[in-house]
T-cell receptor, first 112, second 116 residues
Framework: GDSVTQMEGPVTLSEEAFLTINCTYT??????LFWYVQYPGEGLQLLLK?????DKGSNKGFEATYRKETTSFHLEKGSVQVSDSAVYFC???????????FGTGTRLLVSP | NAGVTQTPKFQVLKTGQSMTLQCAQD?????MSWYRQDPGMGLRLIHY???????DQGEVPNGYNVSRSTTEDFPLRLLSAAPSQTSVYFC???????????????FGPGTRLTVL
């Protein structure tokens, strides 16, 4: 079945450090890929997305590239801020299906 | 636009009690979904709807009922609450546009439910 695997957290970084959160997927069809962010006490918000191989999604300094050959969609940011502290979810959806398949989430903690 | 709203924010139930979690959206989205979020398991789909009068089961539907009488509302009913249903529940909606698979899902703020 379809699944998403994320690195376990928490990821603890100092402000201005480089961030990578790994995400790999298994899909029976051709998925669209998403990163969602959940700030404390809030619902999920779409951070970025990519719809086909080699697409790069970007938003708020975050980037992720859809790598079909390695079935990966790693999230990166060059310089994190304290305000980036949140839980990040990688997800996929197959065209024609209603279900978003989520990874387990990775908590990011950024200290000043 | 209020987006996706959920009530209540917090709820404590005793085993065997019933209740309804409310969800409403004001974006005229065709699709609505209910997810539950449990530690270490990400979000799992409970039920979803592709339009008024049409619902279907997701990954973990047992113990939950839904109905969709209007485009705006998609309530989730727990008929007889069990401790295993302690979780955070999220409602989401999105539009069935021309590129349906790419459309963003909008999530509500969640309902934290504890069943004793």
């Amino acid at each position: 079945g379809d699944s998403v695997t994320q690195m376990e957290g928490p990821v603890t970084l100092s402000e201005e450090a480089f961030l990578t959160i790994n995400c790999t997927y298994t899909a029976t069809g051709y998925p669209s890929l998403f990163w969602y962010v959940q700030y404390p006490g809030e619902g999920l918000q779409l951070l970025l997305k990519a719809t086909k191989a080699d697409d790069k999604g970007s938003n708020k300094g975050f980037e992720a590239t859809y790598r079909k050959e390695t079935t990966s969609f790693h999230l990166e940011k060059g310089s994190v801020q304290v305000s980036d502290s949140a839980v990040y979810f990688c997800a996929l959806r197959i065209t024609g299906f209603q279900k978003l398949v989520f990874g387990t989430g990775t908590r990011l903690l950024v200290s000043p | 636009n209020a987006g996706v709203t959920q009530t209540p924010k917090f709820q404590v139930l005793k085993t065997g009690q019933s209740m309804t979690l409310q969800c409403a959206q004001d974006m005229n989205h065709e699709y609505m979904s209910w997810y539950r979020q449990d530690p270490g398991m990400g979000l799992r789909l409970i039920h979803y709807s592709v339009g008024a009068g049409i619902t279907d089961q997701g990954e973990v539907p047992n113990g939950y009922n839904v109905s969709r009488s209007t485009t705006e509302d998609f309530p989730l009913r727990l008929l007889s609450a069990a401790p295993s249903q302690t979780s955070v529940y999220f409602c989401a909606s999105y539009s069935a546009g021309a590129q349906e698979a790419y459309n963003e899902q909008f999530f509500g703020p969640g309902t934290r439910l504890t069943v004793l």
